[in-house]
């Protein structure tokens, strides 16, 4: 078993990248169908391998009426985070964060009827000593299922009618960072197992005995005239995730592969330059109702049942 990936994850604080990025792929009116695709009632004993900060846990609690989901990360900084978060949301009856190593989880065999997770398989250096161990936990005739995302599923823009004035130079240095980042960012490099990519999830969860496996392809979308979401979360997106995304800018500067392929420290003066004009040109319009630019992003579930 290669347990490389904990090396990845044990000390992970990253708070921000699943504050802003999971609310917007788990809407609270979208719950029934998530409900029903990870195949959840509201009596169910749940747990949330590699949670993270627990936006997903938190999301399945709301829909538990007498169930009770365990949500569980390597990080304790995580773990710690998250269950502040629980308690400030009043879900403490319901949810629970515990601090877990995923390839030896502490739990007896058979204690869990549901088994839920959101791209944490497709981070594991071992895809399938994680899932045969979700599987291990979980009771016969419960069911396992896992939420997929990947940088390589295509993405959808809308610029809207009021546009950032300097999106076209944006976008073409962020194709090419993007481009280098693809290149020098190895499943090596993040310690993740090559020989099952999340395409290939449905056929692990058969070779691993999971039964009635079904998959359900589905989009997250964004946008910030969309007056589902409150403007303070928009203002925390554009501060916070914004923000985040010139920090990791500013320490990707600092690996020499950039320069060896050709991105040169003016090209990343230039791209944070430009986010933080967009940054302010997004707090600008953030009442600009008629602006309508949006973006979406594909995911899947596969889900299975243990006999």
């Not at 400030?88 to 869990?112: H, M, P, Q, T, V």
């Not at 392809?217 to 007056?227: E, H, I, N, R, V």
Request: charge should be negative; glycine fraction near 6%.
């Amino acid at each position: 078993m290669d347990t490389s990936s904990n090396e990845i994850w044990m000390n992970a604080s990253n708070y921000d990248d699943w504050e802003t990025s999971r609310p917007l792929l788990f809407r609270d009116d979208m719950r029934e169908m998530f409900f029903k695709w990870f195949r959840v009632t509201s009596s169910d004993q749940v747990l949330d391998c590699g949670c993270g900060t627990g936006v997903l846990t938190r999301f399945i609690a709301k829909g538990l009426y007498n169930g009770f989901i365990t949500g569980f990360d390597l990080s304790r900084h995580f773990v710690d985070y998250g269950n502040v978060k629980i308690k400030e949301e009043g879900l403490d009856d319901k949810a629970r964060i515990l601090r877990e190593d995923g390839y030896n989880l502490s739990f007896d065999d058979n204690s869990f009827d549901v088994i839920v997770n959101h791209a944490y398989l497709g981070v594991l250096s071992d895809n399938v000593a994680g899932l045969k161990e979700m599987i291990r936990v979980c009771k016969h005739g419960g069911h396992v299922s896992a939420s997929v995302s990947a940088r390589s599923f295509p993405k959808i823009n809308w610029d809207g009618d009021c546009p950032f004035p300097y999106r076209d130079q944006l976008n073409e240095l962020l194709e090419k960072q993007e481009r280098i980042y693809q290149k020098i960012t190895t499943f090596s490099v993040l310690k993740q197992d090559s020989s099952w990519n999340v395409m290939r999830f449905p056929k692990m969860f058969s070779m691993c005995g999971l039964k009635n496996i079904t998959f359900h392809p589905y989009a997250s979308g964004f946008s910030y005239s969309d007056s589902y979401w409150p403007d303070d979360f928009k203002k925390y997106l554009i501060k916070t995730g914004v923000g985040r995304e010139i920090e990791i800018l500013e320490q990707e500067r600092e690996n020499p592969l950039y320069a060896e392929n050709h991105f040169t420290n003016e090209e990343f003066n230039e791209l944070i330059h430009l986010y933080n004009l967009k940054q302010d040109h997004l707090i600008e319009n953030i009442n600009n109702h008629e602006n309508w630019d949006w973006n979406a992003s594909m995911h899947y579930i596969v889900t299975g049942t243990k006999p």
